[in-house]
């Protein structure tokens, strides 16, 4: 079964660091694209950032600075370390992994909401 599974979000204060995880089964998750997008509210999705491997990862505007996106392939899991948030960074953050003409999935989504 293909899953995608996010873990991590949750209310923190403005300046505050988060770590978001997601789990991967059921896909060649090493030959992957993994991104994480996000959606805040009112808004379209955007992406944050994405890795193919630790040479070759790059961010949204937004975030550059202060987001880093790693990835343990043993593992099948990706992060997002979140650091010096702020409240537009509020929204549903979203794990994908992709191959390009292979297989494109998503994860369900965790809340993040940085609000003091």
């Known amino acids: 079964q293909v899953q995608l599974v996010e873990s991590g979000g949750g209310l923190v204060q403005p300046g505050d660091s988060l770590q978001l995880s997601c789990t991967a089964s059921?896909?060649?998750?090493?030959?992957?694209?993994a991104r994480w997008y996000r959606r805040a509210p009112g808004s379209q999705r955007e992406l944050v950032a994405s890795?193919?491997?630790?040479?070759?990862?790059i961010y949204g505007n937004s975030v550059k600075g202060r987001f880093t996106i790693s990835r343990d392939n043993d593992r099948k899991m990706v992060y997002l370390r979140m650091t010096n948030l702020r409240p537009e960074d509020t929204g549903v953050y979203y794990c994908?992994?992709?191959?390009?003409?292979?297989?494109?999935?998503w994860g369900q989504g965790t809340q993040v909401t940085v609000s003091s």
């Open positions: 994908n992994a992709s191959q390009v003409g292979e297989f494109d999935y």
């Open positions: 059921g896909i060649p998750f090493t030959s992957s694209t």
């Open positions: 890795i193919v491997d630790p040479d070759r990862a």
